[in-house]
């Protein structure tokens, strides 16, 4: 069983996400929080396996939130819902350690399925979010890019851009999920980052 928080401010998103997940067998709900907070005071005394949880709640916010939640508790994997698709808010939540990136005009099933991937250790990066990801990363140049990056970072760096979870780029280039993941996340820590990932080849 996936145990589950939800962390939005708006009630009605909350009983809904709580409807369409609930349907599955494999997923319990198991807290509906109304800010980072007080997924924080939860996790003090509770365990749960995916915290999915919107950007901007009141008290504290869900970028900030992810960090701590990293931090404290590297266990419980975060999936973000939001309607934001800004680059600034994709990259400070995948930096702080957030696992996925959705926006709420998000499929149900596809929801579903997504949070099951998130479960095994997949990180997920839905297909506009790459879209902004990549438009953020184009505004630096190559040259800093090849910098700071090895040349194993930016072929993972460009299979990012192309959509493809840790399995599909552990499968591309030899490599076991966990020395994927520990690269992903050096290159976002990394990431004064950009590059014009369109422009690189793997």
Do not use: W
């Amino acid at each position: 069983m996936i145990k589950m928080i939800i962390a939005d401010d708006q009630a009605i998103v909350r009983e809904g996400l709580n409807l369409v997940l609930g349907f599955d067998d494999e997923i319990e709900i198991v807290f509906q929080a109304k800010n980072g907070q007080e997924v924080i005071d939860y996790l003090k005394n509770n365990n749960c396996d995916i915290v999915l949880m919107d950007i901007k709640m009141p008290v504290l916010n869900g970028v900030e939130t992810t960090k701590i939640v990293h931090q404290t508790h590297p266990e419980v994997k975060i999936l973000i819902l939001t309607t934001f698709n800004d680059y600034e808010y994709i990259f400070q939540a995948l930096k702080n350690g957030a696992n996925g990136y959705l926006l709420k005009d998000t499929d149900g099933k596809e929801l579903i399925s997504d949070v099951k991937k998130v479960y095994r250790n997949e990180a997920i990066i839905g297909s506009q979010i790459s879209d902004s990801l990549v438009a953020g990363l184009q505004n630096k140049t190559q040259q800093d890019m090849i910098a700071n990056l090895t040349t194993r970072e930016l072929q993972i760096a460009r299979a990012i851009a192309d959509g493809k979870s840790n399995k599909e780029i552990s499968t591309i280039l030899f490599l076991s999920e966990g020395t994927v993941k520990n690269y992903i996340t050096n290159i976002f820590e990394n990431c004064s980052l950009t590059i014009e990932l369109k422009s690189l080849s793997l």
